[in-house]
């Protein structure tokens, strides 16, 4: 699983929304996550803290 993957999963889980939904609430473009092919480092660190999880956890999926 990538970590955009997983990012989808744990908005649907945790949030109950969307990717889309996250890009809104982040301020980020309309399809800027989506059509990523790699998520810049500070953006991991805005929605592990928004989705409240590690960092860790979204670039390997293993929990600490």
């Keep these: 699983m990538t ?3 997983r990012i ?5 889980e945790i ?7 996250l890009e809104q609430e982040l301020g980020y473009s309309n399809g800027s996550l989506a ?9 991991i660190l805005e929605i592990s ?4 999880l590690t960092t860790d956890y979204i670039l390997t999926g293993e929990k600490s």
């Excluded at 803290?49 to 409240?52: C, E, H, I, S, V």
């Design 3 to 5: 970590a955009l993957e």
């Design 8 to 12: 989808k999963k744990e908005c649907r």
């Design 15 to 21: 949030k109950g929304i969307s990717i889309t939904v």
């Design 35 to 43: 059509k990523a092919k790699d998520i810049p480092s500070s953006r």
């Design 49 to 52: 803290k928004y989705l409240g």
